[in-house]
């Protein structure tokens, strides 16, 4: 059984979400305990308890609600996790089923990234939002065409140092550059963008 002792200082190392406090992803419950304190004793000894929600997807959305529930000011009339949940269908689909073709242009790379079905419907949407993002980033320049199978992306620089930078990344390095996907997410779950 937890005393106020041991709430305080799990208090400390974790995050308080609805009233229940959130241990290193153990829920404990000021008068119950954790979880993990009823059925999982053996021989007076806690099992250990899996943090680790055992899907990508599952695990971002899961992320975003605690973030959600942990504000006071979220207007739940408006959140739309279905419309994450299809965004982050979109990046599985451009991550590990799109043909990316890469060539090296002048000051940079080119890449064709094609597909069919649910893929190029995806690559649509991502692509040309991404280059926009990537416009953003110091000394780069992005510019998408369309593709009767897909987008094209080219990426370059001025800057020699760059030049290579945007070649070593490749595709899906320049697909997680830049640090907006994170923020993007928490936006889109409020019901306040969509690509």
């Known amino acids: 059984m937890f005393t106020t002792r041991n709430l305080l200082s ?13 241990a290193g992803g153990v829920l404990v419950n000021a008068q119950h305990g954790t979880h993990a304190t009823h059925p999982h004793h053996v021989g007076g000894a806690a ?16 992320e975003i609600v605690r973030i959600l529930e942990a504000d006071p000011n979220t207007d739940w009339d408006k959140i739309n996790l279905a ?19 890469e060539r090296r242009v002048d000051n940079g ?10 893929t190029l419907e995806a ?6 939002a991404h280059g926009q993002e990537l416009n953003r980033l110091a ?20 800057e020699r140092a760059e030049i290579a930078h ?3 990344l490749g595709f899906i390095g320049l697909m997680v550059s830049g640090s907006h996907h994170q923020p993007h997410h928490l ?4 019901g306040e963008h969509i690509h």
Do not use: C, Y
């Not at 790379?109 to 649910?118: A, H």
């Not at 690559?123 to 040309?128: E, F, L, S, V």
């Not at 936006?187 to 409020?190: D, E, Q, Y």
């Open 10 to 22: 799990l208090a400390v190392a974790s995050s308080v979400v609805g009233g229940v406090i959130l």
């Open 47 to 62: 099992q250990p308890v899996p943090t680790v929600p055992g899907q990508d997807a599952f695990g971002a959305i899961q």
């Open 83 to 101: 419309a994450l949940r299809e965004h982050l269908v979109d990046m599985n689909e451009v991550t590990l089923k799109a043909v990316a073709v």
């Open 109 to 118: 790379l080119q890449v064709d990234v094609t597909g069919t079905g649910r």
């Open 123 to 128: 690559i649509k949407r991502m692509i040309p």
């Open 139 to 158: 000394n780069w320049r992005a510019a998408t065409e369309t593709l009767p199978n897909g987008v094209r992306l080219t990426v370059t620089s001025n």
């Open 166 to 168: 945007i070649r070593g």
């Open 187 to 190: 936006i889109m779950a409020k």
